[in-house]
Structure formats: structure tokens, C-alpha cells
């Protein structure tokens, strides 16, 4: 069996229990844990000197960890710069938030070639080397110039723009470029896989060939571009189901979701959890939950809404921006309907272990994800496999995440709409438990059929089913 390397600008190994929501090391350990390998990146120290010297070795287990520390003029080129002042909003369809720069692009390529240039001489022959995220695009490229063969695939945890948006960025084609020095080239949804074939076609002036159907909504073609050809797919990520589950039913004797429930006093809870992004309109979704409170007064001191947003980032200034915004809009909405018993929104700033938000889920009559634009988003499939299956809550879920394709039977809503989305709180409150039941055990058959073991190995066998680059 070869080799697994798994290629991430972040190595930070998960302990048991403490992984936030939707984090992406669940998956890299579980496809590790399966063939054993290497976790190559970045291991979030800062160094004076990163141009000589082989990387950290740490072995566990079958796991090899090989890290290494970035310059603090890597990070602000690299990271902070291209990656997510570029690529990040440009991403996420926000042209106004991207910022262009010839010395952030090259900071970007130089360290990608970094870290080429260290992980290539660990590399074995028959090696699978599986790169994550948009940190990291040039990787492939930059070992194919050394003369590596092994086969090669990416995934893309963000969505991918349509054209229009893509050719804004300058040097765009080169991004494309380098995608396709990858054998596999593995997206979200359907939706992204179309924006990257129609980038071929029309600007790039490829051939595209639609492959035959696999499991529903996890189509592909192949593209023959800048004298490549490479294989792109829908891979729609999941989780780990039934761990998931599992903690759901131990969470319900804990401390803290005792603590919750007494605290909520037999009022509904609406919950979100999600990083603080402004990818993840939040803005939009305290001024839906005024727009309930207002519409449906009956509502005011019989329900809550609790925003988990653990802060990231804080040294950017949009993410200044956002918390400024979200503290301003939780304590006006606060302070308006507030009473000496009942507080409408529980705004935290804070990280929750796993087996605490699973408790948290379950005790939510309803799971709030309403992203602007995300790539698949995780906490939506979370929210569902934690519900109890005689009595479940309701996911109102934004049609921008990719999870909206597959959980197709939550109440899918335009973020933008203000009122509808709160027109849909109200109807998800209000729904009767046969029709509770029927969504959830809907959603459940897609969760437990993909879940994380399932979106791992048939990307796994599908590189493995390929020919190496020429």
C-alpha cells in the first residue's frame, strides 16, 4: 500500500475532544490513521532563518510529523498577505475586501517552494501526495520543476469563484496553472467543480470532458489545459458521523449542558457556531433574529439565540471590523429587548470542546448556518447528527454553503433576506414534530451514508486509480 502524505499549511495535531468545528485536522488524522504516512506544513513558530535545514521529525504511531517554522516576513507574504488578504475574500466572491500585490504573490510562490524544497527528499517513489487548501496551490508545480513524478492531488476547502470573478485577480491564469499540475483536483460542490471547467473553456481555452457520474453530486471531468491533464471532482467533505452521535448522547449528562438547560428555562435556543469571519454573515443573522422578535413578539422572552464565533485572525483589520460590528449589533438588540430574566442573544467569544457543542446542538430547537459563502460548512451536518431522533431540531441553512446541495430537506434561505430568513425562524419554531422527523431522517440517510471515512477513501482510491503526471 503506498504511502499517504498529507500537505497542509498547518500541522497542529488535534487532542482528542478538543477540535473545533469543521476544523480540517479530523480529517487528516483519520485519513493518516487509516495508511499511515506523513503530515508535512507549517508548525506556527516563527524563525529567524528558514532557508537551510531539514525539517522537524516527530513520529506517532504510523504518523510521521514533519514541520517547520516560517520567518515573520513568510508569514506577512505568504500567509497574511496573498493567502488571506487575496485568495481568502477573492475566494469567497468579495472583490471589494481582496487586496493585489506583486510582493504578497511572491512571497506566496517563494514559500510554497520552500516548502517543496523540504519535503521533497522524504518523498518515496510510490508516495500519494495529498495537498490541502487554497495556502497552497504552486505546491504540485514546484515539486514537478524538481523532477517529482509521484501522483499528486488537491483539495479545495473554500469554494471556488466563477470566471468573472477569478480574471479579476492578476496573474490569475498562473493559479489555474498550477491547479492543473495536480493528477486530482478535488472540490466541494458541483457549483465549484463548474466555475474551474468554465475557467478552462473560456478563458483558458482548454478542452473539458465530462467523466461518467459516481455517487450523487460527487461528478467530474477532465481537462486538458497548458499542456496538462488532470482529473477535477466534487468530493463533498463530511464528518465523522457516528462519533458524532455518540458524543451527543454522552453530552447530555455533562455539567455544562446541565447548565445550559437550566439557563434557558424551558425557552427555545437557536444556536450558530462558527469562526469569526465575515465569510459567515453574521451581521445578517442578529439582524434576522431582530427581525423575529419584531415580527413575532410572542417570541420575546420565550427564545434565545446563542452565537458561538471564536475570534481568528485578530491581527487583521477586517476581523477588528467584524467583532466591533457584532458586539455593537448584540448589545443593541440587547439592550432593546431585554428582560431583568431573559437575555435574547448569548454572543461568545470563546472555543468549546467537541463533546460540548454536541450537547449544546442537541439541546437547540434550532441550528442557525447562514454563511454568505462557504465551501461546504461543517456545522450544518454537525447540528443534524447530534438531534434526537424522537424530537429533533430544525437546521435553517444558507443555499451559499456547499452542505446545502446534500441536506436539502433543511429550510434553505438567502442570507441577504432578512425577512425571509426570519419568516423561516419562525416557521422552524413552529413546526410540527411528524415534519421534523421526515427532514431529519432525510438528512440523517446523507450524513451516515458520506461521512468523513466514506469522503476520505474514495478520494484516497480515486488518486490512487491514477497515473502519475508525466
Known amino acids: 500500500m503506498s504511502r499517504l502524505v498529507v500537505v497542509s499549511n498547518r500541522v497542529a495535531p488535534a487532542e482528542e475532544g478538543k477540535q473545533q468545528a469543521g476544523g480540517l485536522a479530523v480529517a487528516i488524522l483519520e485519513a493518516l490513521k487509516s495508511r499511515g504516512g506523513i503530515w508535512f506544513g507549517w508548525n506556527g513558530t516563527t524563525t529567524e532563518n528558514t532557508e537551510s535545514g531539514p525539517p522537524d521529525i516527530n513520529q506517532v504511531g504510523r504518523l510521521t510529523y514533519a514541520t517547520m517554522g516560517l520567518s515573520k516576513r513568510d508569514l506577512d507574504e505568504y500567509y497574511n498577505g496573498f493567502a488571506n488578504s487575496t485568495l481568502w475574500p477573492l475566494f469567497h466572491f468579495r472583490l471589494d475586501l481582496a487586496s493585489f500585490s506583486g510582493r504578497t504573490y511572491a512571497g506566496y510562490q517563494r514559500v510554497n517552494g520552500l516548502f517543496a524544497s523540504r519535503l521533497a527528499p522524504l518523498l518515496e517513489p510510490d508516495d500519494l501526495v495529498w495537498v490541502h487548501d487554497y495556502h497552497l496551490i504552486p505546491f504540485a508545480e514546484q515539486l514537478r520543476t524538481m523532477g517529482l513524478s509521484q501522483r499528486m492531488g488537491f483539495f479545495l476547502h473554500t469554494p471556488f469563484p466563477a470566471p468573472e470573478i477569478l480574471v479579476a485577480l492578476p496573474g490569475h491564469e498562473s493559479i489555474v496553472r498550477n491547479l492543473c499540475a495536480y493528477d486530482l483536483v478535488g472540490f466541494q460542490t458541483e457549483a465549484d467543480l463548474r466555475c474551474f471547467a468554465n475557467y478552462i473553456r473560456y478563458e483558458a481555452g482548454g478542452l473539458v470532458e465530462e467523466l461518467e457520474e459516481g455517487p450523487p453530486g460527487w461528478s467530474g471531468v477532465r481537462v486538458h ?29 455533562m455539567a455544562q449542558t446541565q447548565r445550559l438547560r437550566d439557563s434557558l428555562g424551558g425557552r427555545a ?17 442578529f ?10 413578539p410572542g417570541n420575546r422572552g420565550q427564545v434565545s439565540f446563542m452565537q458561538v464565533a471564536p ?16 458586539e455593537t449589533l448584540a448589545g443593541h438588540i440587547n439592550g432593546r429587548f431585554a428582560e431583568f430574566d431573559w437575555v435574547p442573544i448569548r454572543y461568545l467569544n470563546k472555543s468549546f470542546s467537541r463533546k460540548s457543542l454536541a450537547g449544546f446542538y442537541r439541546n437547540a430547537r434550532i441550528g442557525l448556518v447562514t454563511p454568505l459563502r462557504d465551501g461546504m460548512n461543517l456545522v450544518a451536518k454537525e447540528y443534524v447528527a447530534c438531534q434526537n431522533p424522537e424530537d429533533p431540531g430544525v437546521l435553517v441553512l444558507s443555499r451559499f454553503a456547499g452542505a446545502a446541495k446534500e441536506l436539502d430537506a433543511a429550510l434553505i434561505v438567502n442570507p441577504y433576506d432578512i425577512r425571509a430568513v426570519a419568516e423561516n425562524l419562525q416557521r422552524a419554531l413552529t413546526m410540527p414534530l411528524a415534519e421534523r422527523r421526515e427532514r431529519f431522517e432525510s438528512m440523517m440517510k446523507v450524513i451516515v451514508a458520506n461521512d468523513i471515512t466514506h469522503w476520505r477513501e474514495v478520494y484516497v482510491d480515486t488518486l490512487y486509480g491514477l497515473g502519475s503526471a508525466d
Open 269 to 285: 435556543l437557536i444556536i450558530g457556531v462558527d469562526r469569526l469571519d465575515y465569510s459567515k454573515g453574521l451581521p445578517q443573522r
Open 225 to 253: 489545459a497548458f499542456g496538462r491533464t488532470a482529473i477535477a471532482r466534487a468530493f463533498p467533505i463530511s464528518i465523522e458521523t457516528q462519533t458524532m452521535i455518540d458524543l451527543a448522547t454522552q453530552a447530555a449528562d
Open 287 to 296: 439582524e434576522a433574529f431582530q427581525a423575529l422578535l419584531d415580527a413575532y
Open 311 to 326: 475570534p481568528s485572525r485578530t491581527d487583521v483589520a477586517e476581523y477588528q471590523a467584524i467583532r466591533r460590528e457584532l
